[in-house]
T-cell receptor, first 117, second 112 residues
Framework: GAVVSQHPSWVICKSGTSVKIECRSL??????MFWYRQFPKQSLMLMAT?????????EQGVEKDKFLINHASLTLSTLTVTSAHPEDSSFYIC?????????????FGQGTRLTVV | AQSVTQPDIHITVSEGASLELRCNYS??????LFWYVQSPGQGLQLLLK??????LVQGIKGFEAEFKRSQSSFNLRKPSVHWSDAAEYFC??????????FGQGTELSVKP
């Protein structure tokens, strides 16, 4: 299947700093990327949907100024957690669909464990 | 609105025993259904999917699932569980906007 690489796999940052998470499709063009947040022992919560070259669409209750999403190319989307606080600590996962991967199937990155101290 | 329900939060089975994880969906049209597995601290891996055609779908790692429209179900099965199958399992449906809607997940523990 298609491969999605997410980096970093874990990160620890201080309160007030910003953290950038990258999501790359390695062998297909990702026309759409999704960003999820997952709390311990819970399901995935969709945060936003990004289409290459356009602004991301955020789900209700997700602060767009806090979670900046950029999808500048067909192989890369980034999520920047701005002015991070301890309550932003979570597991963040991206997924991608697109040409060459089958538009109805989403491929997931490995996830990023963010800890804000 | 589309939704997915996994009634069992946690299931424990003995190694070698059969397994069935339940999934019920709510969707007006013919659904696109998926089962994913997640190991601790990892992303999601696709086990199998149903789009159309044969209602019994074979997946990786010896898993299969059966789509039953009359019951709005897409239960995951495996005839003989291995210790390495211990993980979190998510059922999902693609909604009309192309977004994956996940169930709450079922944690599988395997006893030796």
């Amino acid at each position: 299947g298609a491969v999605v690489s997410q980096h970093p796999s874990w990160v620890i940052c201080k309160s007030g700093t910003s953290v950038k998470i990258e999501c790359r499709s390695l062998d297909f063009q990702a026309t759409t990327m999704f960003w999820y947040r997952q709390f311990p022992k819970q399901s995935l919560m969709l945060m936003a949907t990004s289409n290459e070259g356009s602004k991301a669409t955020y789900e209700q209750g997700v602060e767009k100024d806090k979670f900046l999403i950029n999808h500048a190319s067909l192989t890369l989307s980034t999520l920047t957690v701005t002015s991070a606080h301890p309550e932003d600590s979570s597991f963040y996962i991206c997924s991608a669909t697109g040409q060459g991967a089958g538009n109805t199937e989403a491929f997931f990155g490995q996830g990023t464990r963010l800890t804000v101290v | 609105a589309q939704s997915v329900t996994q009634p069992d939060i946690h299931i424990t089975v003995s190694e070698g025993a059969s397994l069935e994880l339940r999934c019920n969906y709510s969707y007006g049209a013919t659904p696109y259904l998926f089962w994913y597995v997640q190991s601790p601290g990892q992303g999601l891996q696709l086990l199998l999917k149903y789009f159309s055609g044969d209602t019994l779908v074979q997946g990786i790692k010896g898993f299969e699932a059966e789509f039953k429209r009359s019951q709005s179900s897409f239960n995951l099965r495996k005839p003989s569980v291995h210790w390495s199958d211990a993980a979190e399992y998510f059922c999902a449906v693609v909604n009309q906007g192309g977004k994956l809607i996940f169930g709450q997940g079922t944690e599988l523990s395997v006893k030796p």
